[in-house]
């Protein structure tokens, strides 16, 4: 018959195997524990618990206070915590509305062990030199970078020196349909190394495949409140946190080195937990007003649908006409029609369909 610890084992093992960013969680309770869990008076982590809250020091014999740690301290997201806890690795020492969970390790000996063993089995590549630079070191920036995006001049001096700054900065665009978040994206999508992905919709393997295969500098994610897998979350909280992915081949743990930024956009922010949303930069955008709305939709069919001004105010027009400031609506008409005749064609018959 197992034991209660070697079943506890076989359990974590199992986790780490089906889900290897929990290594990286594990890490940092370690490292916080071994930090904060000792004596006050002597540093000694011999500590026997006298009650829920309360250590003797077996050292020197003084007593110390010790309420564990809160998700914030740790940088590790309250799912992987709850994880653990309900496997028997942590357990719950305070709890309030106030500040919420505060967790205690309650198999730091085991813990020890399996990080150990998983770090022994670990190569690390340091990819961070990755091929999206031009001369110098520095990015390549198209010069008409966000020309067709109208107004939103300090937001694009942000987003520009978040591009060129040695270290990522990441940054999320959030508002209404029609309020430049998605044609912000596309523009990035413009920079060499840049990957675009919908959310929820990226890849059947998941946002640590995408990430690792592709290597992008820039990883731009619209309607990112749509990712629903926990896997990815924590694949993307843990990147944009530490700038390393790990994953598992041929029973090897590889942990690759890179650091990347990410811009991402959404309709709203409810859904999204509140570890993701503090690794951005937040911007709440407004939609475009008519006037706002014809002059974006023109200068983008203009300079990158290559369509003729006349033709680009006619599209413009007819779309406003259909209830819409979606400039996206706008492009789709643009690569459909080639003359008035074409888009007049197309717009009667999308009212003749429109529910």
């Known amino acids: 018959m197992l034991g209660q610890q070697q079943k506890l084992k076989i359990k974590l093992n199992k986790l780490l195997d089906e889900k290897p960013d929990y290594l990286e969680a594990l890490k940092r309770i370690l490292d916080y524990h071994d930090t904060y869990f000792e004596c006050a008076k002597c540093g000694s982590q011999d500590l026997e618990r006298l009650s829920k809250f309360q250590w003797k020091c077996t050292k020197c014999g003084s007593t110390t206070i010790y309420v564990g740690f809160h998700a914030t301290d740790v940088g590790v997201p309250s799912w992987q915590l709850q994880k ?200 709440y955008l407004k939609p475009y007003t008519e006037q706002e709305f014809r002059g974006v939709a023109v200068r983008v069919m203009i300079e990158r649908e290559k369509k003729p001004k006349e033709i680009a105010e006619y599209i413009a027009d007819a779309v406003l006409k259909l209830g819409s400031r979606d400039v996206r609506d706008a492009i789709k008409l643009a690569r459909l029609c080639e003359s008035k005749e074409e888009v007049d064609l197309v717009v009667k018959t999308m009212k003749k369909y429109k529910r």
């Open 84 to 283: 653990l806890l309900q496997l028997g690795i942590l357990e719950t020492v305070y709890r309030s509305s106030r500040s919420g969970v505060h967790y205690l390790l309650a198999q730091p000996s085991l813990v020890r062990e399996i990080v150990k063993r998983e770090e022994e089995r670990t190569t690390e590549v340091d990819i961070s030199n990755i091929e999206s630079e031009g001369e110098e070191g520095k990015t390549y920036i198209p010069e008409d970078m966000f020309s067709v995006i109208k107004g939103y001049d300090d937001i694009k001096k942000v987003i520009l020196k978040s591009i060129t700054s040695d270290k990522p900065v990441s940054i999320f665009l959030i508002g209404p349909p029609a309020s430049a978040k998605s044609l912000f994206l596309e523009e990035l999508n413009r920079l060499p190394n840049s990957y675009y992905v919908l959310a929820g919709t990226s890849t059947k393997a998941g946002l640590r495949d995408l990430v690792a295969i592709e290597k992008p500098r820039f990883l731009l994610i619209d309607e990112l409140d749509k990712i629903r897998s926990t896997s990815d979350l924590s694949v993307l909280l843990n990147w944009m946190e530490s700038g390393k992915l790990t994953i598992t081949m041929h029973k090897r743990r590889e942990v690759i080195n890179y650091k990347g930024w990410v811009f991402a956009a959404a309709n709203r922010v409810g859904k999204i937990p509140p570890e993701l949303l503090s690794r951005f930069l937040r911007f």
